[in-house]
């Protein structure tokens, strides 16, 4: 864009903010001082560059970068270029912004077309609309426009860019047509100007009302086609196009829309109406919600929706922890938002976070999720989908008749709704407790039931040519035939169930496809082949699978597969062990499973049982209890937590103590945080160790500061560096390098935040907050001390990202700051070549691969890996 374009820009954003002459010519001086070059092109994100650190007011600036937002759509759309979802994105929060200045007066009404209009950028000549740019905002209130008064054209050409939610745009053909053949009438639309006594047909920005009135000429009316536009897309209207907009009433829904007469103009803004109707007149009201609000809301939208979609990339390929975070993520915004708090958002999305429950084996958070969902809720989609889970939730609680009925219920409302994909699944949910029935009665009606409704999924799954419905049909049908005796349709099932499956991106699915198949080849005598499957080179193994989704029934399949000789070692592909999913479900009657086959496995590989089992109980422990103080305690406070508010970290402190308390286990795993005060630091005149006397706990009623300023440090240990002279067994050398350099960055650091108390500040360092005698539970915790500091400096050198657990620490507070903004986090250089030193921002863009890092023992990697999953997870 020119300069030229955002100076024209400026006069019609001017226009729509009803800004004086004097005042938009002031904002054009203002701009042209600042770039006098007004034939250098420049990209959007270069001019709002530009402004950021022009001379102007914060109100000016809004209406310059409104300018150019609004501009870049503007050139964008005559071009006929594709604004790209990035730039859109940035479009938005720029008009965001500029929309909640409480200094500029931007007005919000309701139009006719039940949505409300928020004018941007105009320009009216002779009445007519040359050019106009609107947000338009659909409440999730139900108002809508008048079914009988929706079909309409526009006089100029029109495009829309979505910002959120899904709209559908009707097209019809409207022809002459007499009393006989007529369906409506034809309309001419006037409007009130805040100051006139009468409507006419010059257009106003900012009417006060609007009149349809019946011309008398009939019309017949059909309907040509439609298309529904979801976030980023952009569709358009050409001139004179009659059409409406559809958006159901429970929802939401934003677009930028501009009016360009450019591409196209008819004199008359006709509307279609009933054949009988004299007159419709629609006055253009206040809202009773504000227009802050309204903005918060379409952003609201905006981040549920990128979260919804980021949570079914990740559950597509298996991977549940990921899309469990988005989900939460997208529920809590539904939570703090009353308007989207509504079945259509939060019910959608407790269904979704249900499912990766399940998909974790936490069947007791599921139910409580879909049965939220489900309770008293009217019929729907999201109802049905659901009743769907709730029903193999409740499936592998082994409470079979709470499953027969949701799956009917599911059933039933499907066929009412005609939704194909549902009746398939609920089919198959039944067929699949009628097998589960018989095994437990041996009655043959519920084995012939079960097979033929198993076979209704298979083929309704064809139909529908959904691959994963059908291969779990097939899946499930090897059962049905095992039951039966009949080992060649068993393995033709179970073969053709893995084989669907391959075409799958998700490891869980395979490896459950994996596990019925390789089950039905062992008990048809073909073991070689099943033990292949059961222990795969990559992927998941079968018997983890069944650890995730535990069950009476998947428990014996469990026992079969370690009878058989699986490898209880195997890790997934996210490092997880059978025992480690076992132990976080909570499922101790698994669990001990497990552990005696595994000890079976040490003593045939003749290793030290006693101390092997011991140590995978303490990593299952160790990755349980991550899990559920990162997810599960600290992530909901960070959610929650103002960035410009000093109370988060205190409610984090409060909350990972409480978790130690509460929990036993945990205490043994998990140290409490430590720091020592600085004082105390300075005192120790070097680096103090754990047991030198200067630690103190973070507790109520301690001598230390109540409310510490704490300070982390993350450093090499350079005493292992080659020919350092050692300083006992401090981390340090004999000269204290670190410590001396820690001094240093302190000071630079009060320099830089004069406002933290030097009586509260307090520094955390490994060396005096791990116990050096008894290190597990100290570094254990430290991942989780960190996100309880304020702040970290990082004594950055040559080796420095190259070592393991500096990097889990970079990774730890790179994530904090990007996804939260309440830490601070600064690497503290030196430059030797001119003898200085400082504190420079750490660098969140820094790309950290933890399995190309260096460890002092390799048998720590998997624990690092984990770490990094853990740490990312908490974004």
């Given at each position: 864009m020119h300069l030229s374009t955002i100076l024209q820009g400026l006069r019609y954003v001017g226009s729509a903010l009803s800004l004086s002459d004097a005042e938009v010519h002031a904002v054009v001086l203002g701009v042209i001082a600042n770039y006098p070059d007004a034939a250098k092109e420049l990209s959007l994100e270069e001019w709002l560059q530009a402004t950021a650190f022009a001379e102007i007011d914060d109100r000016q600036r809004h209406i310059v970068n409104t300018a150019i937002a609004l501009a870049h759509l503007r050139e964008s759309g005559r071009r006929g270029v594709s604004v790209s979802a990035a730039d859109l994105e940035r479009v938005w929060l720029t008009l965001k912004s500029a929309l909640q200045c409480p200094s500029l007066s931007w007005t919000m009404t309701r139009s006719a077309q039940g949505l409300l209009a928020i004018p941007m950028w105009s320009l009216i000549k002779d009445g007519c609309i040359d050019e106009l740019i609107r947000v338009h905002i659909w409440l999730p209130d139900g108002v809508r426009a008048d079914p009988d008064m929706a079909i309409h054209l526009h006089q100029p050409f029109g495009q829309s860019w979505i910002l959120a939610g899904k709209g559908t745009d009707h097209i019809f053909d409207v022809t002459p047509a007499s009393e006989v053949d007529a369906t409506h009438a034809e309309y001419n639309v006037g409007w009130k100007g805040k100051d006139d006594n009468k409507s006419d047909q010059a257009y106003k920005v900012h009417s006060k009302s609007s009149t349809a009135s019946n011309t008398g000429k009939l019309v017949r009316v059909v309907p040509l086609q439609k298309e529904t536009h979801s976030r980023n897309m952009s569709y358009c209207v050409p001139a004179g196009t009659f059409h409406s907009s559809e958006v159901e009433p429970d929802a939401l829904h934003a677009t930028i829309f501009f009016f360009d007469s450019s591409r196209g103009y008819v004199p008359d803004a006709a509307v279609i109406g009933p054949i009988s109707r004299e007159l419709f007149t629609h006055v253009r009201k206040s809202t009773d919600i504000s227009l802050f609000d309204a903005v918060n809301l379409v952003a609201s939208?905006?981040?549920?929706?990128?979260?919804?979609?980021?949570?079914?990339?990740?559950?597509?390929?298996?991977?549940?922890?990921?899309a469990l975070r988005s989900y939460r993520t997208a529920l809590h915004v539904c939570k703090s938002q009353p308007w989207i708090d509504s079945p259509r958002y939060s019910h959608f999305t407790l269904g979704k976070v249900g499912h990766m429950y399940r998909m974790l084996g936490l069947y007791t958070q599921a139910c409580e999720c879909l049965e939220e969902a489900v309770i008293d809720t009217p019929m729907s989609r999201t109802r049905l989908g659901c009743l769907g889970e709730l029903a193999v939730v409740y499936r592998h609680m082994n409470r079979l008749q709470d499953s027969k009925w949701a799956s009917q219920e599911q059933y039933n409302g499907a066929k009412e709704f005609d939704l194909e994909d549902d009746v398939c699944r609920a089919v198959g949910t039944l067929g699949m407790v009628n097998c589960q029935l018989y095994l437990l009665t041996t009655e043959r009606e519920l084995l012939e039931s079960a097979i033929s409704q198993l076979e209704e999924c298979v083929s309704r799954a064809q139909q529908l040519k959904d691959v994963t419905r059908e291969a779990i049909g097939h899946g499930r049908l090897s059962v049905c035939y095992i039951a039966k005796l009949d080992y060649e349709n068993a393995v033709a099932s179970g073969q053709r169930s893995y084989d669907l499956m391959q075409l799958q991106r998700d490891a869980s699915k395979i490896s459950f496809a994996g596990a019925f198949f390789g089950r039905t080849l062992l008990l048809a005598g073909r073991d070689e082949e099943a033990l292949a499957l059961f222990n795969p080179s990559s992927g998941c193994p079968p018997v983890i699978a069944l650890c995730r989704e535990i069950s009476d029934e998947h428990r014996q399949y469990i026992i079969e597969i370690i009878a058989a000789g699986a490898d209880l070692k195997l890790r997934d592909d996210h490092g997880y062990t059978a025992l480690e999913c076992a132990m976080y479900n909570g499922d101790h009657a698994t669990a001990k499973i497990i552990e005696e086959g595994l000890r079976a496995?040490?003593?045939?590989?003749?290793?030290?049982?006693?101390?092997?089992?011991?140590?995978?109980?303490?990593?299952?422990?160790?990755?349980?209890?991550?899990?559920?103080i990162f997810q599960d305690?600290?992530?909901?406070?960070?959610?929650?937590?103002?960035?410009?508010?000093?109370?988060?970290?205190?409610?984090?402190?409060?909350?990972?103590?409480?978790?130690?308390?509460?929990?036993?286990?945990?205490q043994r795993t998990f140290d409490r945080l430590k720091y020592v005060t600085y004082s105390n630091f300075l005192r120790?005149?070097?680096?103090?160790?754990?047991?030198?006397?200067?630690?103190?706990?973070?507790?109520?009623?301690?001598?230390?500061?109540?409310?510490?300023?704490?300070?982390?440090?993350?450093?090499?240990?350079?005493?292992?560096?080659?020919?350092?002279?050692?300083?006992?067994?401090?981390?340090?050398?004999?000269?204290?390098?670190?410590?001396?350099?820690?001094?240093?960055?302190?000071?630079?650091?009060?320099?830089?935040?004069?406002?933290?108390?030097?009586?509260?500040?307090?520094?955390?360092?490994?060396?005096?907050?791990?116990?050096?005698?008894?290190?597990?539970?100290?570094?254990?915790?430290?991942?989780?001390?960190?996100?309880?500091?304020?702040?970290?400096?990082?004594?950055?050198?040559?080796k420095?990202?190259?070592?393991?657990?500096?990097?889990?620490?970079?990774?730890?507070?790179?994530?904090l700051q990007k996804a939260y903004g309440i830490h601070v986090w600064y690497e503290h250089v030196i430059d030797f070549a001119r003898g200085e030193e400082h504190l420079r921002p750490g660098p969140c863009d820094l790309e950290v691969n933890m399995a190309e890092k260096q460890v002092t023992f390799e048998q720590d990697r998997p624990k690092l890996l984990f770490l990094e999953r853990q740490t990312r997870l908490l974004g």
């Open positions: 939208l905006r981040s549920w929706e990128i979260l919804k979609d980021v949570g079914l990339q990740h559950a597509m390929l298996g991977d549940w922890e990921e496995q040490i003593l045939r590989e003749g290793g030290d049982v006693d101390q092997q089992i011991k140590q995978f109980q303490y990593e299952a422990t160790l990755r349980k209890g991550y899990r559920d305690k600290l992530r909901p406070v960070l959610l929650q937590a103002n960035p410009d508010s000093s109370s988060a970290l205190q409610s984090l402190r409060k909350k990972y103590a409480a978790a130690l308390t509460d929990d036993l286990e945990k120790s005149n070097r680096l103090p160790k754990s047991n030198h006397g200067y630690t103190q706990y973070l507790a109520h009623g301690s001598p230390g500061p109540s409310d510490p300023f704490i300070l982390f440090f993350s450093y090499r240990w350079i005493a292992k560096d080659v020919g350092v002279q050692l300083d006992g067994d401090s981390p340090d050398d004999f000269e204290r390098t670190q410590y001396r350099r820690m001094l240093r960055a302190i000071e630079l650091f009060l320099n830089h935040h004069p406002v933290v108390d030097r009586e509260q500040l307090c520094i955390w360092i490994d060396f005096a907050c791990v116990d050096q005698d008894h290190q597990q539970p100290g570094v254990a915790s430290l991942p989780m001390n960190l996100a309880q500091c304020n702040a970290m400096i990082s004594l950055v050198d040559d420095y990202y190259k070592r393991s657990w500096c990097c889990v620490e970079v990774l730890m507070i790179q994530t």
